[in-house]
């Protein structure tokens, strides 16, 4: 495993971490209600156990996530384990609202504050290393949310804060207001999810790849020591990419690279991510503590400069 260090921190992140979104999933009961169910709290804990012994330290979680269970199930862990408390660190996200009025987005003072003391109870932990802003609120007072984050450091509940899928402008913007420093932003990539790529590729010209879908926050993370995680790593607009028919091209490149490097497919998905320079963290969102390990392979080999286009025009994205 590779570690990665932030500005003003003297902890160690794990350049790969755990994404817990799959530990629940949707399903109806007799009566045609949603309803979430949620892996065994023995099962979670082996999928914690194994990302933890492999190296990964940073896991990932969202208050939305099962509308809580995802916590819930990481906090009866951390119950029944209480010393893998130490070995954590610890994220969660929180700001999207879904009730049975509807759903919204909130990044108001109040709702923050209530969202963390929510999750460290569903957590069964007093503090959570990370907190992220799970989506950009377009009621959002950059002032309440600086004062959110400053109360939260203040006392104790959070250290560290970032967004999840904000624009530069918008993460300027409170940062302007905020004496903490916004150390993390959250974004969907991969090689057939790459619009910070595309927009740096096709610059300057009349294609939709040079459209700035993302407003150049790659570069933003880049030029103010903003850690960019990438969720989705392996998705693309119909699903996983991975042996999916409607990606034959990225696939036989795929296979080819396999070959080469006696890995899996996950590891060359997750080795084109870690091929670039800005020290991306990759979230991978298994269940399976077997694929923790066929991910990691990512670290046993390191694409060539053509390798990382190949794959990349590999999604019919032109070079200019």
């Not at 800005?278 to 969102?285: C, D």
């Amino acid at each position: 495993m590779k570690y990665i260090t932030i500005p003003g921190s003297s902890l160690k992140f794990s350049q790969i971490s755990l994404g817990t979104m799959r530990i629940q999933r949707k399903e109806k009961d007799a009566n045609g209600n949603k309803i979430y169910v949620g892996k065994s709290v023995e099962e979670v804990e082996l999928l914690l156990k194994t990302a933890l012994d492999l190296g990964i330290n940073v896991i990932d979680t969202a208050d939305i996530y099962g509308h809580g269970l995802s916590e819930e199930l990481i906090g009866k862990v951390i119950a029944k384990c209480p010393e893998l408390r130490k070995k954590m660190i610890l994220q969660t996200k929180c700001g999207v609202v879904s009730t049975s009025e509807g759903l919204c987005y909130d990044a108001s003072k109040d709702y923050i504050l209530k969202c963390v003391d929510e999750s460290l109870e569903r957590l069964q932990t007093n503090y959570i290393d990370v907190l992220l802003l799970h989506k950009p609120d377009p009621l959002y007072d950059p002032k309440q949310i600086a004062e959110a984050f400053e109360t939260l450091r203040a006392t104790g509940k959070v250290l560290y804060f970032g967004v999840s899928n904000f624009t530069p402008v918008q993460t300027a913007l409170i940062q302007k207001y905020c004496s903490v420093p916004i150390v993390f932003s959250q974004m969907q990539f991969s090689i057939a999810h790459s619009l910070m790529i595309d927009e740096q590729v096709s610059v300057n010209t009349n294609n939709i790849h040079g459209t700035p879908f993302t407003s150049g926050i790659l570069d933003y993370c880049r030029y103010n020591d903003i850690c960019l995680q990438a969720y989705s790593v392996a998705q693309g607009t119909n699903g996983t990419f991975i042996n999916n028919p409607e990606y034959e091209k990225l696939n036989k490149v795929m296979d080819t690279l396999c070959e080469k490097y006696n890995t899996n497919k996950n590891a060359i998905a997750l080795a084109w991510i870690l091929k670039h320079p800005a020290n991306i963290m990759p979230i991978i969102g298994t269940t399976n503590p077997a694929h923790i390990k066929d991910s990691l392979e990512a670290f046993n080999f390191e694409l060539t400069r053509q390798e990382w286009y190949d794959l990349y025009t590999a999604c019919d994205k032109p070079l200019p």
